[in-house]
């Protein structure tokens, strides 16, 4: 017998994560996709222009690893990188035609998942749930 009624918060939302993510994942990929190409077309996406540093932090990565898929990218077609004229240090990346393409498809896509988790779930307890989330963050942050 554990020493709990029932499943700790924590680990049911952990657990609950891992297969969420995994699902999301797996749309974006047959979507023609992965995780970090949207998140970084996304990043890209909502700003004008976005350098590698501020990239990196909006995605939660290291900044070595913002280059690999940066790289990886730009060989791709998805997106340019050029020097700041002001900043020869920075580098400012774009998405190209073919990058403007991939991100409509991987936003459908990312709709469609979306569709398909709140499917029987009403607004009112969606809207509860999000609450419940952010009491979740304040207190793992206390």
Wanted: glycine share 8%; aromatic share 4%.
């Amino acid at each position: 017998m554990t020493p709990f009624d029932r499943p700790p918060v924590g680990m049911n939302l952990a657990r609950t994560s891992k297969i969420v993510a995994q699902a999301f994942d797996a749309a974006m990929v047959e979507a023609g996709g992965t995780l970090p190409v949207w998140l970084t077309l996304l990043s890209v996406k909502s700003k004008e222009l976005a350098n590698q540093r501020e990239l990196a932090g909006m995605i939660g990565i290291q900044g070595a690893t913002l280059t690999h898929h940066l790289n990886a990218m730009e060989a791709q077609g998805l997106l340019t990188r050029r020097r700041d004229p002001e900043n020869r240090r920075v580098h400012q990346v774009e998405l190209t035609d073919a990058g403007e393409a991939m991100f409509e498809t991987l936003r459908l896509a990312a709709l469609a998942f979306d569709k398909r988790l709140r499917k029987g779930i009403e607004d009112e307890r969606l809207a509860e749930f999000a609450e419940v989330l952010a009491a979740l963050r304040s207190n793992a942050g206390s």
